[in-house]
């Protein structure tokens, strides 16, 4: 059964810094575009940042240059550094992988939350 696992999430105050890893099993990891994304209270789920499987990364505007996302391929585990957060950065991240071949493979992780407040 596949699994992403979240962790690293908390409390921080604003301008503060927190790294989040999710670590998958059971899937060909190597071979996954592994994204994260959050959800605040009362809004939609939007895309943070996605790594493809060559290394390739994208971000949404409210955090490029101030999050990077990276992965290891031998830990099985994708990780997001979050730097210099502000107050709108809080929300609940989650860990996604996605794969297209003959049909689509989308995965996703329980969630981890993070609040930036002082």
């Known amino acids: 059964q596949v699994q992403l696992v979240e962790s690293g999430g908390g409390l921080v105050q604003p301008g503060g810094s927190l790294r989040l890893s999710c670590a998958a099993s059971e899937i060909i990891f190597s071979r996954y575009v592994m994204g994260w994304y959050r959800q605040a209270p009362a809004k939609q789920r939007e895309l943070v940042a996605v790594?493809?499987?060559?290394?390739?990364?994208n971000y949404a505007d409210s955090v490029k240059d101030r999050f990077i996302i990276s992965r290891d391929n031998a830990k099985n585990t994708v990780y997001l550094q979050m730097n210099s957060l502000k107050s709108e950065d809080t929300a609940v991240y989650y860990c996604?992988?996605?794969?297209?071949?003959?049909?689509?493979?989308?995965?996703w992780g329980q969630g981890t939350q993070v609040t930036v407040s002082s």
């Open positions: 996604n992988a996605h794969r297209v071949t003959w049909t689509t493979y989308d995965y």
């Open positions: 790594i493809t499987s060559g290394g390739g990364t």
